[in-house]
């Protein structure tokens, strides 16, 4: 299938006039912008924190009073003890779930768009995002009650999987198809949205020429949803390094907890756990600074072997 | 069409919210048309209280002034921060662990010349311990009064290393009071009860180590059974007030050695480490764990099931267990007052002086009973003798109804402001708490009846090495302390060490154990454990300090 | 339109299905359970999917004491407001990005997107809008610090370019301007992924609470109240506050449990409503390219 949309640029030069045409767009664009910069973009100043010695002594006191580091925060984080296992962690974990998470979204979306019994479909559908609303306490005990060592799965094998016990990337796999179970139905609903946009006809025309179900799904669904997944992976790939924390606090225990440490946490227990709120904004920083270039390198692929780009 | 609804629908939206948002910015502590002030109060541990139960009311009508009490809701609040960050501060201020950042921003007002003018009953409250309210050497301001108990002695036992009673009773009431008697007993009972009436197997004992609950089951029983050490957070505090991070002492090795070996032998529940909390508690309330490492506070909902169930057999004795017979059980040992913790007022405050005067009053005789025991004739009446009492019906009330103290008042006042220990008595000759000797005694279960009549004693504490055994320490307990950051920061990255380690050394092989330890001892010495222990060490001197000038 | 005889696939996805739901429901299952079950039993275990013990304590606890009427109006309120104003402003939004041709099509998105990924934090957020705007306990603070999310302009905005050019086209050739393009072409075409960006939207809207809490703790909402009967009905864990308190008749997870599904059932009975907007396609019939 051919894209019936062409990419050429019809941008034209700066002029008076062509802001005068594009009056209606700057009218309905720049009040956002405002918005924008105001609430988004004004708080940015509390980055300065981030090359300053801010612990509760200097907490209190103006941004140009307190003591500037330099990139000390930043050197602290990196040369901490637990920084190099907490970046493999983040990225192994990213990595796994962006995958196996926008595939199950997409496979699921696609077989219950294939399901001809309309009652059936809704209820599936129902049912499927209700994990999505379960708080991660809940999801964690029955995780656990499932994979322990001498839980469920154990038993009913009669095997010693060692699942939540084993000190290997093993736990970052188990994260992430528990993730699965709890978002897979709540993530397929955008790629539904998405097969509920493409036209019906292209599907009575490729019946007429004979293709069978598998067919219209590879040949005429797919494609359809692809710009929408495309447009998911590349935001997906830039907060890569934002693993939710969590998650991997409530399913990890004192064995594996080396494999469950991720940068948000590990933010979360040298910023506010120790009071060196420098600190804590250097990470931050740090991951928000990596994943728009992330962002943008995915963009860029994504443009190079010839996908829609975000930008 | 649509748009136009939605667009109708908005519109009437906003139309009611905009007679919703009509909000005008509040004077904060002023003094009302009743005459009565009414100060802002910021309680870390509190909960929703309109200040209109009968005690709220009896302390206004002595004090003139009302609360407005304002809480933290989210776990991980940063409410602290906030105040800081707006400068916007309440009157008074129970900050718990953060007071730290209040007194660098200079938020707390130095309290010294207050209580020297106008609060004599604090100071009184206080008597010989005043001094330990000072912040620092440096700094002898007191910014906060203590939210703890002030003097008097234990009644309860809140439990390290604990038995069933059915265990107990087979061994005739004999009390182990070493590990290796207390793991001769376990094993015995095992061996002739594998399984519980219910077909259960039976666990040897059982930790709760996947969560910070490591530190209360895994980590603390270790300092008292094998240092015989009170609490001092994860320090020891040697003689010459020498610190030292408790989890290197050689004692504390023989303790993770012998859980290892419990590990080994199928006696220690091989679940330890990865089942959750929930687990845990469902565990022990089946009646399946034969012994327990941990404090009553965080087992107590099994043992309501228990008893819920009939199986009172299947509670807990506390037990004196120590790792050897030259290792004294130092649970009852008094660490004296705690600080570092309490309620202050803030120099927000316009009303210093009538916020002091709402202390002292707190501290007074008349407001100690006031906030323990309630309003004369209502919640307690006063005998021939002078004896203050409850009724069984009002103690029945305070039992059976969750809200008793957030309805009557009584009770409820009573932390985080200051207060009299259990056993202290006032000039009447009637102890300031409810707790008695008398009434723990008539609060006993049968077991625990049962238990004191076989041992011959009055209370289930009298096996334990008593307080006048140990000395006060000069200095207060540690875990209560403003740390400074450097400490802190150390402080959790060792405990993130110590966690793993430890748990990493008792899952290990035997001969692997010592490998393992020393392996953990390296960690810890490679983040600071050296440096923590200088800055500790030299933090306890000042206090010590502190007291001795 | 559809095929009626059914296929083997069809029973093989009917398997897969029943399957799918069986494992998925089981979270929800167990939560309500537990939300109809004794506390004290409860203990004993916490898997199970049908109440051993049945019980409406947990429910009764949560709404004897606490005046739900206005918080839970304010919660609608503000679900409703947020959606409208939200789906309106970010189908605008989606719609200029959308626009190749627009003059600061670009650097307008770029800004967008960053701010997807970075955020001053909670203290310079919470000092603008206490201290700078004086927005505190007002009710448009519910609405106006986060009425467009990112996301949604960029998934709308995806949507948007995989519609035919021709009818915007055509509507240009009539003379229409931009607003009446966005308004009568490209708004209805719009309905699937307005319906889950309202989804979303209104999701997060009725969900969070920390916005109350920072905020408008004056004004408070439904879930913010349920999230605060929550935090109280849990035991303090520490030692001196819980030798202070008395016999708990309620625990704090079977209290969660009640209050997940109070919060959560608006949502189940709103969704169905939803839901024809995302089964089922659509015929774009009139447009030819």
Redesign the interface.
């Known amino acids: 299938m051919k894209k019936p949309r062409k990419q050429k640029n019809m941008k034209e030069p700066f002029s008076l006039a062509l802001m005068w045409k594009q009056r209606y767009l700057l009218l309905m664009s720049v009040p956002f912008v405002i918005w924008l910069i105001i609430f988004k973009y004004v708080p940015l100043w509390g980055w300065t924190m981030a090359f300053q010695e801010v612990v509760p002594k200097s907490f209190a006191k103006p941004i140009w009073e307190r003591k500037f580091v330099g990139f000390q925060n930043f050197v602290d984080a990196f040369s901490d003890r637990l920084f190099p296992q907490t970046m493999i962690n983040t990225i192994g974990i990213s990595i796994l779930g962006i995958t196996l998470g926008t595939a199950a979204a997409i496979i699921f979306a696609l077989f219950l768009n294939e399901i001809r019994m309309e009652g059936f479909k809704k209820i599936t559908q129902t049912v499927s995002y209700l994990p999505h609303f379960v708080s991660w306490v809940i999801i964690a005990s029955i995780a656990k009650m499932l994979l322990n060592d001498g839980g469920a799965l154990e038993t009913m094998t009669g095997k010693s999987l060692h699942l939540m016990s084993t000190n290997s990337p093993l736990f970052w796999i188990v994260v992430c198809i528990i993730n699965v179970w709890k978002e897979v139905g709540w993530d397929a609903i955008i790629y539904l949205s998405a097969m509920a946009g493409i036209d019906k006809g292209i599907y009575e025309a490729a019946k007429v020429d004979g293709a069978n179900r598998f067919q219209q799904m590879w040949y005429l669904t797919l494609p359809g949803i692809k710009p929408t997944a495309i447009v998911l992976l590349i935001m997906s790939v830039g907060s890569a390094l934002n693993v939710g924390m969590e998650r991997q606090m409530l399913l990890s225990n004192g064995i594996v907890q080396d494999h469950a440490m991720v940068l948000s946490w590990f933010a979360y227990i040298r910023g506010i756990g120790s009071n060196n709120y420098g600190l804590g904004t250097a990470i931050g920083m740090f991951q928000s600074v990596v994943g728009i270039i992330l962002l943008f390198i995915a963009n860029k692929i994504a443009g190079m072997i010839g996908e829609d780009k975000l930008v | 069409m649509?748009?136009k609804r939605?667009g109708a629908?908005?519109l009437a939206?906003?139309l009611?919210?905009?007679i919703?948002?009509g909000?005008s910015a509040k004077e904060k502590s002023q003094i009302g048309e009743d005459g009565v002030l009414e100060l802002e109060f910021y309680n870390a541990?509190g909960?929703?209280d309109p200040w209109t139960n009968p005690v709220a009311q009896a302390i206004t009508d002595a004090t003139g002034v009302r609360l407005k009490i304002d809480y933290p809701?989210?776990?991980?609040d940063?409410k602290v921060?906030?105040m800081?960050?707006?400068?916007n501060f309440p009157d008074l201020i129970y900050a718990k662990g953060d007071a730290?950042?209040l007194i660098?921003?200079?938020?707390l007002l130095d309290m010294t010349d207050l209580i020297e003018q106008y609060g004599p009953n604090i100071k009184k409250m206080y008597g010989d311990e005043f001094d330990k309210l000072k912040y620092s050497e440096e700094d002898p301001s007191i910014y906060q009064l203590s939210?703890?108990a002030m003097g008097g002695t234990v009644y309860k036992h809140?439990g390290t290393a604990q038995i069933q009673w059915a265990v107990l009773k087979e061994n005739d009431y004999k009390v182990p009071r070493t590990l290796d008697e207390l793991e001769t007993m376990i094993k015995a009972y095992m061996k002739a009860h594998p399984t519980t009436e219910s077909g259960l197997s039976t666990i040897g004992f059982t930790l709760s180590?996947?969560?910070w609950h490591?530190m209360i089951t895994l980590g603390n029983p270790a300092g008292y059974i094998a240092d015989g050490q009170p609490d001092n957070g994860q320090w020891i505090i040697g003689e010459d007030f020498h610190a030292m991070y408790k989890f290197r002492s050689d004692a504390e090795r023989e303790y993770f050695r012998w859980l290892n070996r419990m590990y080994n032998e199928g006696i220690l529940d091989?679940?330890f480490?990865?089942?959750?909390h929930?687990?845990y508690?469902?565990k022990i309330?089946?009646g399946r764990v034969v012994a327990l490492f941990d404090?009553d506070?965080?087992y107590?909902?099994?043992e309501?099931?228990l008893k819920?169930d009939g199986k009172l057999d299947k509670t807990y004795a506390p037990l004196p267990v120590s790792i050897s017979e030259d290792v004294k059980c130092p649970s009852l040992m008094s660490q004296g007052l705690v600080t570092g913790q309490g309620v202050g007022i803030t120099t927000a405050c316009k009303y210093p002086v009538e916020a002091i005067k709402f202390l002292d009053f707190l501290c007074s005789d008349e407001g100690q009973i006031l906030t323990q025991w309630g309003i004369e004739g209502i919640n307690y009446f006063v005998d021939e003798n002078g004896k203050r009492y409850r009724t069984q019906e009002e103690i029945d009330y305070?039992?059976?109804?969750?809200?008793?103290?957030k309805k009557t008042g009584v009770?409820f006042y009573?932390?985080p402001f200051p207060t009299y220990g259990d056993g202290v008595t006032d000039t009447t000759g009637n102890t300031y708490t409810k707790a008695s000797k008398d009434a723990v005694i008539a609060e006993y279960d049968a077991e625990q009846k049962a238990a004191c009549e076989a041992w011959s004693v009055e209370l289930l504490t009298d096996i334990f090495p008593q307080p006048s055994e140990f000395a006060i320490p000069e200095y207060p307990p540690v875990w209560a302390y403003i740390k400074p950051?450097e400490l802190?920061?150390i402080g959790?990255?060792l405990d993130?060490v110590a966690?793993?380690g430890?748990?990493?050394c008792v899952?290990g092989k035997p001969e692997q154990f010592d490998a393992n330890f020393d392996s953990m001892i390296a960690?810890l010495e490679?983040?600071g454990m050296s440096r923590a222990e200088e800055i500790l060490t030299e933090l306890i001197m000042e206090k010590v300090a502190l007291v001795e000038n | 339109m559809l095929e009626n005889k059914k296929g083997v696939f069809d029973y093989i996805l009917m398997v897969l299905f029943i399957g799918m739901i069986l494992i998925t429901v089981y979270p929800f299952l167990n939560v309500l359970a537990i939300s109809f079950n004794d506390p004290m039993d409860t203990m004993r275990n916490v898997n199970f999917i049908i109440p051993r013990k049945f019980t409406l304590a947990n429910y009764i606890y949560i709404f004897t004491e606490n005046n739900m009427v206005m918080p839970f109006m304010l919660s609608v309120l503000k679900t409703v407001v947020g959606t409208g104003v939200g789906v309106i402003f970010t189908s605008m939004l989606a719609y200029v990005l959308s626009r190749k041709d627009f003059y600061f099509n670009k650097s307008f998105t770029i800004l967008f997107i960053i701010t997807m990924y970075v955020s001053g934090g909670m203290i310079p957020e919470y000092l603008l809008i206490m201290r700078n705007l004086r927005m505190g306990n007002n009710f448009w603070v519910y609405i106006i610090p986060g009425m467009i999310w990112v996301y949604n302009v960029i998934l709308m905005r995806s949507f948007i370019e995989g519609l035919p050019m021709a009818l915007q086209e055509a509507a240009k050739i009539d003379g229409a301007n931009d607003f009446v393009i966005w308004y009568k072409v490209i708004l209805p075409l719009c309905t699937p992924v307005i319906a889950t960006v309202s989804l979303f939207i209104a999701v997060g809207q009725w969900n969070s609470f920390m916005d109350t809490y920072l905020y408008a703790r004056e004004i408070p909402t439904l879930q913010y109240v349920l999230y605060e009967i929550m935090e109280s009905a849990q035991i303090k864990v520490d030692p001196h506050a819980a030798a202070q308190g008395v016999q708990n008749t309620v625990s704090p997870m079977s209290v969660r449990m009640a209050v997940t599904v109070v919060a959560t059932l608006p949502i189940l009975i709103v969704y169905p409503f939803l839901q024809k907007y995302f089964v089922g396609g659509m015929t774009l019939g009139a447009v030819k390219d």
Do not use: F, H, R
Not at chain 2, 73 to 76: C, D, G, K
């Open positions: 649509k748009g939605i629908m908005v939206a906003s009611t919210a905009g919703l948002s909000c541990d909960e929703e809701v989210a776990a991980q940063m921060a906030l800081i960050a707006e400068q730290a950042s660098d921003a200079g938020a939210s703890y809140s180590a996947a969560d490591w091989p679940e480490a990865t089942q959750t929930e687990d508690i469902a309330a089946s404090t506070w965080d107590q909902d099994a309501k099931v819920a305070n039992n059976s109804d969750k809200d008793y103290q009770g009573s932390y950051a802190d920061d959790n990255k993130e966690w793993s430890l748990i990493t899952i960690s490679s983040i």
